[in-house]
């Protein structure tokens, strides 16, 4: 889901947001009242309360207000205190009434939630609610509808359909409008993401394929079988071309990591 920034001007960072930051996880919010993600980006950035959120997410939207590298005022642990200034904040709007709007919501939270922990190379013990770091019963109608069932939403978007064998032609995984193809043939795609400066192939899984550090492809019937290997090319064309060669003979290509990149 992209992400659309909309960020504070610099002068509110001493009220806002006045600590740089390294963020380590995510703390998940409800926004208590039934705005959407746009108004309440506008009445945060408005008025010079110590009150602030980096993301705020409604059924239709996910609006980033201020910098990952900036900390904010949501957890209510304090000046010190890990979820303030460790944490990216992200509100999760229309919690007040619930219904279809707020659903929809909690999912492209969980959708957004799932793009940050692949971006920073966490897993899902990096997400956090609202009560983590106080007293206060916050998110409270996704903890009404049950955290581990959020948190499984989250791993769901994460991990993705382990079926999707399409490879798409990205900027990044998180940024789905910067894709340019999507391919059922990784040659295809590689082809694709060379003709474009800072693309990169990823598969159904979100893991990028392409380009990356790979010092041998291997074609293998199994990545566990090396007695089934029967050759190892430092050019991936070379290990595909192989690789057809046994068409119907249960061979695939894989790289460095045991990632099946192709099929014949």
Known sequence: MKIEQQLIDS??????CPYSMEPIGICIHNTANDASAQ?????MKSNNNSVSFHIAIDNSKAIQAIPFNRNTWHAGDGSK???????????ICYSKSGGDKFIKAEKNAAKVTAQLLKKYGWTTSAVKKHQDFSNKYCPHRTLDMGWSRFVNMVKKEYNGNSNDNVYRVRKSWADESSQVGAYSVLANAIKKCDEHKGYSVFNGNGKKVYPKSVTMYRVRKKWSDESSQIGAFKELDNAIEL???NKGKGYSVFDNDGLVVYSA
């Open 243 to 245: 690789c057809d060669k």
């Open 11 to 16: 002068d509110k960072y001493k009220v806002k």
């Open 39 to 43: 108004s309440e980006i506008n009445y």
């Open 81 to 91: 205190g890990k979820g303030n200034r460790k944490y990216i904040s992200i509100e």
